[in-house]
C-alpha cells in the first residue's frame, strides 16, 4: 500500500481482556517495529521484525505482550490481560532496508489508540 | 545510544525562521543524527538525517558543527501547519532500533 496502515484506529476495551493490533506495513519493506507512545512522550520502542522473525524484542514490557508476523508482512501485536496501564497509542512502522544497512529511516502509520477501562 | 537535549517548548510566528538545537555531548564515531516530525494523532515522519556539517532537503536543513556535539533543525518561514512535535535522534546506523526523547513542541501563531 502507499503507508503504513494500522487497525483498528481505536479500541476501548475492559481490564483483563485480549486485545489484537494488526500493522500493514508498506508493500516490500522488509523491517517493521512498533513502539508505544503515551501521552506527552516520545515513542517507545517495543519490538523490531526482519522478515518473519523477531529480531529484537527487548522493548516488550513483560509477557502479556506478544507480536508475530507470520508472512514477513502484516504483523499483529497480542496483549493478553490488559491492564489501565496498557493504554497509549500503538505505532507501527517499516523500513526498506534491514537495520544495520542504510539509513534507518522509518515510516510510521497513524496508531492504533488503545484505552482499558 | 547517545542521549539527546532539546528545548521542551519553542513558540514562533508564521513567516519566520525557527531553530531547534539539540544536544548531544555523547555522540559517537558512528551515529548519525536524525529528526522527525509528529503532528497530533499522526506517527513521526522522517525529516531529515545528517552526519556532519549542513544537510538541506525541500522540508529543512540541519547543521552540525564539527565537533558534533550539537546539532540544530533550521525550518525556513514556518507556517501553521508546522505546529507539531520535533525529535532529536542519535544514534548508529547498526543500531536496531529509534530512542526517541520528548521531543520540541513548537506553536507557530498567526
Known amino acids: 500500500g502507499a503507508g503504513v496502515s494500522q487497525t483498528p484506529s481505536n479500541k476501548v476495551t475492559e481490564k483483563g481482556k485480549y486485545v489484537e493490533l494488526r500493522c500493514d506495513p508498506i508493500?516490500?519493506?522488509?523491517?517493521l517495529y512498533w513502539y508505544r507512545q503515551s501521552l506527552g512522550q516520545g515513542p517507545e520502542f517495543l519490538i523490531y521484525?526482519?522478515?518473519?522473525?523477531?529480531?529484537?524484542d527487548s522493548g516488550l514490557p513483560n509477557d502479556r505482550f506478544f507480536a508475530v508476523r507470520p508472512e514477513g508482512s502484516v504483523s499483529t501485536l497480542k496483549i493478553q490481560r490488559t491492564e489501565r496501564g496498557d493504554s497509549a497509542v500503538y505505532l507501527c512502522a517499516s523500513s526498506l532496508l534491514p537495520a544495520g544497512v542504510g539509513a534507518n529511516v522509518l515510516t510510521f502509520g497513524a496508531g492504533s489508540r488503545l484505552t482499558v477501562l | 545510544l547517545a542521549k539527546t537535549t532539546q528545548p521542551i517548548s519553542m513558540d514562533s510566528y508564521e513567516g519566520q525562521e525557527v531553530n531547534i538545537t539539540c544536544s548531544h555531548n555523547?555522540?559517537?564515531?558512528?551515529?548519525?543524527i536524525t529528526w522527525y516530525q509528529q503532528f497530533p494523532s499522526q506517527g513521526p515522519r522522517f525529516i531529515i538525517q545528517?552526519?556532519?556539517t549542513k544537510v538541506t532537503n525541500e522540508v529543512a536543513s540541519l547543521f552540525i558543527p564539527a565537533d558534533r556535539k550539537s546539532s540544530t533543525l533550521s525550518l525556513p518561514r514556518v507556517s501553521l501547519s508546522d505546529t507539531a512535535v520535533y525529535y532529536c535522534l542519535v544514534g548508529d546506523r547498526q543500531e536496531d532500533k529509534l530512542i526517541f526523547g520528548t521531543g520540541t513542541r513548537l506553536q507557530v501563531f498567526p
Open positions: 555523547n555522540i559517537a564515531t558512528n551515529d548519525y
Open positions: 545528517g552526519y556532519k
Open positions: 521484525f526482519q522478515g518473519t522473525g523477531a529480531a529484537d
Open positions: 508493500s516490500g519493506h522488509t523491517a
